[in-house]
């Protein structure tokens, strides 16, 4: 679900009770951390995952040591930075922090860009939690421009990883998937969709859960330019669900992203229309075996906010990223929302108090207690950054983070 931006990358990183309709009840304790040196270039915050003792933030841009060879960020829980992680082979490696994944052993990093004798055929990096690099993954059909590692996700031992870009039987960007053992490096599937075909796009967002995976291919055409269509892959047989929804409709770009828990599919339509507003954006949500069980919209739905840009999962609750929501502080500032999936219902809207920020919700994840939002800030300086801390009403709070610094919310329960 990743794709470049041509701006640096903020952060929002909030922790708090989660508890079905009394979620956030409580008070904040505020901590804030400055990370020097950030720059626009760098896209800190493309893509951003945590478990329930770290975050690990992308910055695919960042220039080490070759530019655009990309770095990624560890912080603790209390919003400290513990170190970078960078490929052990840097000089031939790009935008490595492109894609993040994160559980209790392991961290993978996607650098869609990176040269392996062809041009830019992609690779993935699996590190321990300690950020001590384990082994790199490839394709076992790599190809040139291929983008392997645009889109990766982590369940227990299994990584899956995006290749929007592959070519498939000579289907020009028909886009595949891989799903690899994490602790041997074995591959144990390419998959590619039944019906593939060319600039699908294929593995642009992938989920694992279970022994289910989620492929989006926000670009497939059942019903029209960029309709898109999204595939559960059932592991234990083989077989593959093609997801469209009944009211899909081209420019809709269902697949755009997806996540997956052991219960409930999301996936992201950022391009639907909603109540005659242009790309106002959706959510559906789906069971394992493909059946409908709700669509999410956000209550103040507007033209062209693109909810469902980015989505992610724990539990009942689903936080969604409308990274070109307009607000009253700036056009297209961006927002994110909570969403409890069972009853569909829209727990709570987060909006940045920044307003040099924009495009927040750009990237989101969640995990327990703990949620992370991207964005972008637009500082007139490209050289200096400070800590910005901004608390929206109760029942809530929200840190947001400028390009070089975290800021942690932890919620003290009662």
């Known amino acids: 679900m990743n794709n470049f931006s041509t701006a640096a990358i903020a ?15 409580s008070t904040a304790r505020e901590t804030n951390l400055n990370l020097p040196g950030i720059k626009h270039a760098d896209l800190f915050g493309t893509d951003v995952s945590l478990n329930s003792t770290m975050t690990v933030i992308g910055a695919p841009g960042r220039s080490y040591p070759d530019f655009e060879s990309g770095t990624a960020f560890i912080f603790d829980m209390k919003g400290n930075y513990v170190k970078n992680l960078r490929a052990n082979d840097s000089y031939s490696v790009s935008n490595f922090g492109e894609a993040i994944a994160i559980n209790d052993q392991h961290i993978v990093v996607g650098a869609p860009m990176t040269e392996d004798h062809m041009s830019f055929p992609g690779a993935v990096y699996v590190f321990d939690t300690q950020g001590i690099q384990k082994r790199k993954l490839t394709a076992s059909d790599k190809d040139s421009h291929a983008q392997f590692g645009a889109a990766v996700d982590l369940y227990n031992n299994h990584v899956i990883v995006g ?28 998959i590619t969709a039944d019906d593939y075909n060319e600039t699908d796009h294929f593995g642009n967002a992938v989920a694992i859960s279970s022994n289910t995976a989620l492929i989006g291919a926000y670009s497939h ?3 029209g330019d960029d309709s898109g269509a999204a595939y559960l892959f059932d592991m234990q047989t083989g077989k593959q669900e093609k997801l469209i929804p009944t009211d899909n409709l081209e420019d809709d770009q269902f697949g755009y992203s997806v996540a997956l828990s052991e219960e409930y599919a999301l996936i992201g339509a950022p391009g639907a229309d909603i109540n005659d507003e242009d790309d106002a954006g959706s959510v559906y949500v789906y069971d394992h075996q493909g059946t409908f069980i709700n669509k999410l919209i956000a209550d103040d739905g507007d033209f062209i906010d693109h909810f469902g840009y980015s989505v992610a999962i724990s539990g009942d609750t689903a936080i969604i990223g409308a990274y070109f929501d307009d607000n009253e502080f700036l056009f297209q500032h961006g927002s994110a929302y909570l969403f409890d999936i069972p009853s569909g219902k829209q727990i709570r809207k987060i909006v940045s108090k920044d307003e040099s920020a924009s495009f927040f919700g750009r990237a989101v994840d969640i995990h327990g207690e703990n949620f992370v939002i991207g964005s972008t800030n637009s500082s007139a300086d490209d050289t200096i950054f400070s800590s910005y801390l901004y608390t929206v009403p109760e ?17 003290k329960r009662h």
Do not use: C
Not at 401 to 410: G, K, N
């Open 11 to 25: 952060l929002a990183f909030v922790t708090t009770s989660v508890m079905s309709s009394n979620l956030f009840a």
């Open 163 to 190: 290749s929007p870009f592959k070519e498939v039987n000579d289907e020009t960007w028909a886009g595949a998937a891989y799903i690899y053992d994490v602790n041997t490096g074995q591959q144990k599937f390419r």
């Open 221 to 223: 055409e059942h019903r």
């Open 395 to 411: 029942p809530t709070s929200l840190a947001l983070l400028s390009l070089s610094s975290l800021v942690l919310l932890t919620r």
